[in-house]
């Protein structure tokens, strides 16, 4: 079992996502919030108790990337471990994101910040 750095991840995809900024930022046409830009569907799949605005604090946003995947990003859905390309290919294409063709740029943009210091 391949063991998941979640504070790489999630630096990677913040990097990503909003160069580092943190609160109420909108995305997508306004259709993302917060640091993570989390999108109110895939919030709502997390099941993360609180409000979608609640996505506006980096710290809920992470409880709710890492709740999104515990549902979709598992050895029992894929059939094999998920790694941190599948992650962040289905954290910028939902469920079946992995396998979309238009996430792989997402990914190498996400490959560069993986192994900064922080």
């Given amino acids: 079992m391949t ?4 504070d790489k991840i999630i630096h990677a995809i913040h ?11 909108l995305g997508d046409g306004g259709a993302a919030l917060g640091p993570l830009q989390i999108h109110r569907n895939y919030w709502l799949d997390s099941k993360v ?3 979608y605005e ?3 604090s980096l710290e809920y946003s992470r409880r709710v990337v890492i709740a999104y995947m515990a549902r979709y990003a598992t050895r029992d859905r ?3 471990e998920p790694t941190p390309e599948v992650i962040a290919r289905i954290h910028n294409g939902g469920p079946n994101g992995y396998k979309k063709k238009a ?5 190498e943009k996400i490959k560069e910040h993986l192994n900064e210091n922080r």
């Fill in 3 to 6: 063991k998941i750095d979640w």
């Fill in 15 to 25: 990097m990503v996502e909003t160069h580092g900024l943190t609160g109420p930022i």
């Fill in 49 to 51: 108790q609180g409000t």
């Fill in 54 to 56: 609640d996505c506006a």
């Fill in 78 to 80: 894929l059939g094999f």
């Fill in 103 to 107: 996430t792989l740029k997402y990914w």
